[in-house]
C-alpha cells in the first residue's frame, strides 16, 4: 500500500463489506479448535511431539532433501528442487504445456502453488487451470485472491456466492441454498476434471524415508487430482519434509483440530506417487479402468526454497519454517476475526505467521503492509500446534522494518543526545513516541496537570493525530499529581514489621500504574499488607513493553537490563516481585529470555507474580481471606457489589494466570462472570492509531454485547482493557486488586 491513508481506508471498507463474514467463521472456527483440543488428554504432549519433529526437521533439512530425491527417485517418480518460483514454473510449464501438450490441469488446494503463482505461469503458456477445491474455484471464479489459509473464501457470504454463480454461469435454475450451491460445483468441477490432462496438488507432508505424501483435504478433490489423470504434479516448500512416515501421526491429530476445529478432518491421505491404481477413461463405459494403465502415471515432486534456506539459517525467521499451514493463528486473533487476510496479509500468507512467511519469501516491503496488525496479544501462542513465539517473529521483523525505514542521514550523534532510546536517527515519529512512553509519562507527571490540560486541547489534539497518528476520539490518560513511589515513600516505607511479615514482596511500580492509575498500585499494597506481607515498591524503570511493542529491540533490550539490575538486589534478599499490569509480566515471563543471560530470565520469572496471583497463593498457603473486602461491603454502583464482569488480560491468558482473579473472587465469594473475548482490541497503543480506530472498536463489540447492559461490577486487569471497556461501555472498570483491597 502507498501510504498509511490508504491502508486505514482499506481497514475500513473491509469491515464493512467483508468484516461480518470473516467473524462469524473464524470465531466458530477458534471456538471449535478450543472444544476440539479439550477433548484430548495428551493435547500438550502431542504438541511437544510436534515441535519436536519440526524442529529436528528443519535442523537437517539438507540431508532430507537428498533422501526424499532418492526414495522418490527409488518409486519411480522424479524430483525437481526449484530456487525461486521462476524456477519452479520454468519446470512446471515445460512438463506441462511442452512435454504433455497439456490443455487442462486441475489443482487441489496449495498455498505453496499460490505463493509461485503457478496458475498466471501456465495460463501464460496456453493451459487451462483449474481449481477444484470448492472455496478457491469460487475465487478463482470471482477472480479474487484467499483471505485465509485453510478456508480461502471465509469472506464471502452464502448470498455472495449465489450472485456469482448466476451472474457468471447464469443457470437456469440458479442455486441459493450451500447445499444446492456446493452440488452446483460438484457437477461442473467433475466434468472438467473428467477432461483433465494434468492434476497438481500440494502435500501437508513428505516423509523422506519413504517419499509418501499425506494430504489433507475437506472434500476430497486431492483424490480425484491423483487418480483422474496419469501425470501427477506435487509442489511443496522443502519445509514440509519429516523424516518418517511415523512422524506423521501428531500433525494428523493437530491440524484439523487446530484449523477449523474438526475432531478428524473429513479426507486423510497417504500416498506413494507414482500411485499404481489404473487411469480412468471417463469415455470407455466397457473398460474405463484399463488393467495396467497404471504402468502408464508419471509423478514429479517439485519441492521449492524460494527462500526457505535462507530463513533457515535466520535465527528469527527460522521457527516460521515450522508452520503447518493450520490458521489457528488467524484464528485466534482479534485483528484477522474482523478484517481477514486481505488486510492481515501479504503477497501469499495471512494471519499471524504472515509477516514471517512475506518477510522471508517476498521481502521485508510486503511484510511492512501489515505487520502492525500484529498486536503482540500473544492469543496465538497457545493456539498453534507447534509452539511457534509469532509475536516475537513479528517483533522482530518490526525491528528491521524500523531500520530499514529510518533516515541514515538524520544526525545518530544528535538523536542519542535527545531522546532516551537505542534506535537509529529518523525513525517514525509516531513509533519514537509510543515507543518512549515510560519517558512520556515521567514528564506527565512532573507536570500534572497543566500537561493534562494540554494534552487534551484541541490544537494539541489535532496535532498529534496529524503528526504521530493518533486519533483524537480516544481519551489521553491523565498523569497523577503524585506517583506511587512518591505516594510509598511518604507513608515511610513498609508497614508489616520483619518479625510479623509472612513474606517480603516488592510491587513493581510499572509506568502505567506508577505515573496514571495510581490507584491500583495502592489497593495492591494494602491488599498484601492486609495479608502479613512486609512490602517495598522501589523506584524501578520500565520494562521496555512500550518499545518491544514498536519493534525498537536495542531500546527493549536495554530496558531489560536496567531492570534487573534493580530488582537483582531484591532478588538477592529472597522478596517475591509482584506485578499488576499483565502485559509486563508477560514480558518478564516470555521476551527477558532473549535479553537477559538464562540465569537471569529464569530467576526474575520464577520470583515474578501477577497481583491476584499472589494474592491466590497467599490465601492457599493459610493467609486470613477474611482481612480481604469481602461482597457485603460493596464495590461500587451494584447493591451489594457481589456480582463481577471480569474481563482477563489477553497476555495473562498466555501466561495463565489470568484465571485466579476468578478464583479469588470466587474464594471471598463473589459471583463472576467472566468474558468469552480474548483480546479486547485495544493492544496498547494500537487503539489509539487513527488508521487502527474503528477496527480497535469493532474487536472490543463482542464485549459490548457481553457486558454492555450488564448490572454487574466491570473488571479488568489491563490498562487498555481499562481504557478500551470505558470507552465501549461508558463505564470506569476496576482492577481485580481494588475490588477486594481494605479500604484506604
Given at each position: 500500500?502507498?501510504?498509511?491513508?490508504?491502508?486505514?481506508?482499506?481497514?475500513?471498507?473491509?469491515?464493512?463489506?467483508?468484516?461480518?463474514?470473516?467473524?462469524?467463521?473464524?470465531?466458530?472456527?477458534?471456538?471449535?479448535?478450543?472444544?476440539?483440543?479439550?477433548?484430548?488428554?495428551?493435547?500438550?504432549?502431542?504438541?511437544?511431539?510436534?515441535?519436536?519433529?519440526?524442529?529436528?526437521?528443519?535442523?537437517?533439512?539438507?540431508?532430507?532433501?537428498?533422501?526424499?530425491?532418492?526414495?522418490?527417485?527409488?518409486?519411480?517418480?522424479?524430483?525437481?528442487?526449484?530456487?525461486?518460483?521462476?524456477?519452479?514454473?520454468?519446470?512446471?510449464?515445460?512438463?506441462?504445456?511442452?512435454?504433455?501438450?497439456?490443455?487442462?490441469?486441475?489443482?487441489?488446494?496449495?498455498?505453496?502453488?499460490?505463493?509461485?503463482?503457478?496458475?498466471?505461469?501456465?495460463?501464460?503458456?496456453?493451459?487451462?487451470?483449474?481449481?477444484?477445491?470448492?472455496?478457491?474455484?469460487?475465487?478463482?471464479?470471482?477472480?479474487?485472491?484467499?483471505?485465509?489459509?485453510?478456508?480461502?473464501?471465509?469472506?464471502?457470504?452464502?448470498?455472495?456466492?449465489?450472485?456469482?454463480?448466476?451472474?457468471?454461469?447464469?443457470?437456469?435454475?440458479?442455486?441459493?441454498?450451500?447445499?444446492?450451491?456446493?452440488?452446483?460445483?460438484?457437477?461442473?468441477?467433475?466434468?472438467?476434471?473428467?477432461?483433465?490432462?494434468?492434476?497438481?496438488?500440494?502435500?501437508?507432508?513428505?516423509?523422506?524415508?519413504?517419499?509418501?505424501?499425506?494430504?489433507?483435504?475437506?472434500?476430497?478433490?486431492?483424490?480425484?487430482?491423483?487418480?483422474?489423470?496419469?501425470?501427477?504434479?506435487?509442489?511443496?516448500?522443502?519445509?514440509?519434509?519429516?523424516?518418517?512416515?511415523?512422524?506423521?501421526?501428531?500433525?494428523?491429530?493437530?491440524?484439523?483440530?487446530?484449523?477449523?476445529?474438526?475432531?478428524?478432518?473429513?479426507?486423510?491421505?497417504?500416498?506413494?506417487?507414482?500411485?499404481?491404481?489404473?487411469?480412468?477413461?471417463?469415455?470407455?463405459?466397457?473398460?474405463?479402468?484399463?488393467?495396467?494403465?497404471?504402468?502408464?502415471?508419471?509423478?514429479?515432486?517439485?519441492?521449492?526454497?524460494?527462500?526457505?534456506?535462507?530463513?533457515?539459517?535466520?535465527?528469527?525467521?527460522?521457527?516460521?519454517?515450522?508452520?503447518?499451514?493450520?490458521?489457528?493463528?488467524?484464528?485466534?486473533?482479534?485483528?484477522?476475526?474482523?478484517?481477514?487476510?486481505?488486510?492481515f496479509g501479504g503477497e501469499t500468507y495471512s494471519g499471524g505467521i504472515a509477516t514471517g512467511w512475506e518477510a522471508g519469501i517476498e521481502g521485508l516491503d510486503t511484510a511492512a503492509e501489515f505487520n502492525d496488525l500484529c498486536t503482540g496479544c500473544s492469543r496465538c501462542v497457545p493456539a498453534c500446534p507447534v509452539g511457534i513465539d509469532i509475536p516475537w517473529i513479528n517483533t522482530a521483523v518490526r525491528d528491521r522494518i524500523n531500520r530499514g525505514e529510518a533516515d541514515p542521514s538524520q544526525l545518530d550523534w544528535a538523536f542519542e543526545e535527545l531522546v532516551p532510546d537505542e534506535e537509529p536517527g529518523?525513525?517514525?515519529?509516531?513509533?519514537?513516541?509510543?515507543?518512549?512512553?515510560?519517558?512520556?509519562?515521567?514528564?506527565?507527571?512532573?507536570?500534572?496537570?497543566?500537561?493534562?490540560?494540554?494534552?487534551?486541547?484541541?490544537?494539541?489534539?489535532?496535532?498529534?493525530?496529524?503528526?504521530?497518528?493518533?486519533?483524537?476520539?480516544?481519551?489521553?490518560?491523565?498523569?497523577?499529581?503524585?506517583?506511587?513511589?512518591?505516594?510509598?515513600?511518604?507513608?515511610?516505607?513498609?508497614?508489616?514489621?520483619?518479625?510479623?511479615?509472612?513474606?517480603?514482596?516488592?510491587?513493581?511500580?510499572?509506568?502505567?500504574?506508577?505515573?496514571?492509575?495510581?490507584?491500583?498500585?495502592?489497593?495492591?499494597?494494602?491488599?498484601?499488607?492486609?495479608?502479613?506481607?512486609?512490602?517495598?515498591?522501589?523506584?524501578?524503570?520500565?520494562?521496555?513493553?512500550?518499545?518491544?511493542?514498536?519493534?525498537?529491540?536495542?531500546?527493549?533490550?536495554?530496558?531489560?537490563?536496567?531492570?534487573?539490575?534493580?530488582?537483582?538486589?531484591?532478588?538477592?534478599?529472597?522478596?517475591?516481585?509482584?506485578?499488576?499490569?499483565?502485559?509486563?509480566?508477560?514480558?518478564?515471563?516470555?521476551?527477558?529470555?532473549?535479553?537477559?543471560?538464562?540465569?537471569?530470565?529464569?530467576?526474575?520469572?520464577?520470583?515474578?507474580?501477577?497481583?491476584?496471583?499472589?494474592?491466590?497463593?497467599?490465601?492457599?498457603?493459610?493467609?486470613?481471606?477474611?482481612?480481604?473486602?469481602?461482597?457485603?461491603?460493596?464495590?461500587?454502583?451494584?447493591?451489594?457489589?457481589?456480582?463481577?464482569?471480569?474481563?482477563?488480560?489477553?497476555?495473562?491468558?498466555?501466561?495463565?494466570?489470568?484465571?485466579?482473579?476468578?478464583?479469588?473472587?470466587?474464594?471471598?465469594?463473589?459471583?463472576?462472570?467472566?468474558?468469552?473475548?480474548?483480546?479486547?482490541?485495544?493492544?496498547?497503543?494500537?487503539?489509539?492509531?487513527?488508521?487502527?480506530?474503528?477496527?480497535?472498536?469493532?474487536?472490543?463489540?463482542?464485549?459490548?454485547?457481553?457486558?454492555?447492559?450488564?448490572?454487574?461490577?466491570?473488571?479488568?486487569?489491563?490498562?487498555?482493557?481499562?481504557?478500551?471497556?470505558?470507552?465501549?461501555?461508558?463505564?470506569?472498570?476496576?482492577?481485580?486488586?481494588?475490588?477486594?483491597?481494605?479500604?484506604?
Open positions: 500500500m502507498s501510504s498509511d491513508a490508504t491502508k486505514g481506508d482499506r481497514i475500513r471498507e473491509l469491515l464493512e463489506t467483508e468484516g461480518d463474514a470473516v467473524a462469524e467463521n473464524t470465531r466458530g472456527f477458534n471456538q471449535g479448535r478450543i472444544e476440539s483440543t479439550g477433548r484430548l488428554d495428551d493435547y500438550e504432549e502431542l504438541k511437544a511431539d510436534a515441535r519436536e519433529i519440526k524442529e529436528d526437521a528443519i535442523a537437517r533439512l539438507p540431508e532430507l532433501i537428498d533422501e526424499v530425491r532418492g526414495t522418490v527417485e527409488a518409486n519411480g517418480g522424479t524430483v525437481y528442487v526449484a530456487d525461486d518460483a521462476a524456477d519452479a514454473n520454468r519446470y512446471i510449464t515445460e512438463l506441462t504445456a511442452e512435454e504433455r501438450d497439456a490443455d487442462r490441469l486441475v489443482k487441489s488446494k496449495s498455498m505453496t502453488s499460490e505463493e509461485i503463482e503457478v496458475n498466471e505461469a501456465l495460463e501464460a503458456a496456453g493451459v487451462e487451470v483449474v481449481e477444484t477445491d470448492l472455496g478457491e474455484w469460487v475465487l478463482q471464479v470471482a477472480d479474487e485472491a484467499p483471505s485465509h489459509i485453510v478456508a480461502p473464501a471465509i469472506h464471502k457470504s452464502r448470498e455472495g456466492i449465489a450472485e456469482l454463480f448466476a451472474e457468471r454461469f447464469d443457470p437456469e435454475d440458479p442455486p441459493e441454498t450451500a447445499e444446492e450451491l456446493t452440488m452446483f460445483a460438484r457437477e461442473r468441477l467433475g466434468e472438467l476434471i473428467e477432461d483433465a490432462d494434468v492434476g497438481m496438488t500440494g502435500a501437508n507432508f513428505i516423509a523422506a524415508d519413504s517419499g509418501t505424501m499425506l494430504l489433507v483435504t475437506s472434500e476430497g478433490n486431492a483424490r480425484k487430482t491423483v487418480t483422474a489423470t496419469d501425470t501427477h504434479i506435487a509442489v511443496a516448500g522443502v519445509e514440509k519434509i519429516v523424516p518418517t512416515v511415523e512422524d506423521f501421526s501428531p500433525f494428523v491429530e493437530l491440524i484439523g483440530r487446530s484449523g477449523t476445529g474438526q475432531d478428524v478432518t473429513s479426507y486423510i491421505s497417504t500416498l506413494t506417487p507414482p500411485v499404481d491404481s489404473p487411469v480412468p477413461d471417463f469415455q470407455d463405459d466397457a473398460e474405463p479402468l484399463a488393467d495396467g494403465s497404471g504402468d502408464d502415471r508419471d509423478f514429479h515432486l517439485v519441492l521449492i526454497d524460494n527462500g526457505r534456506m535462507a530463513m533457515r539459517d535466520d535465527e528469527q525467521l527460522k521457527e516460521t519454517l515450522y508452520c503447518i499451514r493450520c490458521s489457528a493463528c488467524s484464528n485466534a486473533c482479534g485483528n484477522f476475526q474482523s478484517v481477514g487476510g486481505h488486510a529518523g525513525l517514525d515519529l509516531g513509533t519514537r513516541l509510543v515507543g518512549n512512553y515510560a519517558t512520556l509519562a515521567e514528564w506527565g507527571h512532573k507536570t500534572a496537570p497543566v500537561a493534562n490540560r494540554l494534552a487534551n486541547a484541541g490544537p494539541v489534539r489535532a496535532l498529534a493525530e496529524r503528526v504521530a497518528g493518533i486519533d483524537r476520539r480516544r481519551e489521553l490518560p491523565e498523569f497523577a499529581r503524585e506517583s506511587l513511589v512518591e505516594w510509598f515513600d511518604a507513608r515511610d516505607g513498609p508497614a508489616v514489621p520483619v518479625d510479623e511479615a509472612t513474606r517480603e514482596a516488592v510491587v513493581y511500580p510499572d509506568t502505567a500504574t506508577n505515573y496514571v492509575d495510581v490507584e491500583r498500585g495502592k489497593a495492591t499494597v494494602r491488599a498484601l499488607e492486609a495479608l502479613g506481607v512486609r512490602v517495598r515498591v522501589p523506584d524501578l524503570p520500565g520494562s521496555g513493553r512500550p518499545p518491544l511493542s514498536q519493534g525498537m529491540v536495542a531500546t527493549a533490550e536495554a530496558a531489560a537490563e536496567d531492570l534487573y539490575a534493580g530488582l537483582a538486589p531484591h532478588l538477592d534478599a529472597g522478596r517475591d516481585v509482584v506485578v499488576i499490569e499483565p502485559s509486563d509480566l508477560a514480558t518478564f515471563r516470555r521476551e527477558y529470555e532473549r535479553f537477559l543471560p538464562s540465569e537471569s530470565s529464569e530467576r526474575l520469572a520464577d520470583a515474578s507474580y501477577d497481583a491476584m496471583e499472589y494474592v491466590f497463593g497467599l490465601l492457599e498457603n493459610g493467609a486470613d481471606p477474611s482481612a480481604l473486602r469481602a461482597p457485603s461491603e460493596g464495590t461500587g454502583p451494584v447493591a451489594s457489589g457481589k456480582r463481577i464482569a471480569y474481563h482477563p488480560h489477553c497476555q495473562a491468558r498466555t501466561v495463565e494466570v489470568g484465571e485466579y482473579a476468578t478464583a479469588t473472587f470466587e474464594r471471598l465469594g463473589y459471583d463472576v462472570r467472566v468474558s468469552d473475548t480474548e483480546c479486547c482490541g485495544m493492544a496498547g497503543s494500537f487503539g489509539y492509531k487513527t488508521d487502527y480506530y474503528e477496527l480497535s472498536v469493532d474487536v472490543g463489540e463482542p464485549l459490548v454485547e457481553q457486558f454492555g447492559d450488564t448490572d454487574r461490577t466491570v473488571v479488568a486487569a489491563g490498562t487498555s482493557c481499562t481504557e478500551q471497556l470505558d470507552a465501549l461501555l461508558d463505564a470506569a472498570p476496576r482492577h481485580p486488586i481494588e475490588v477486594i483491597a481494605p479500604r484506604g
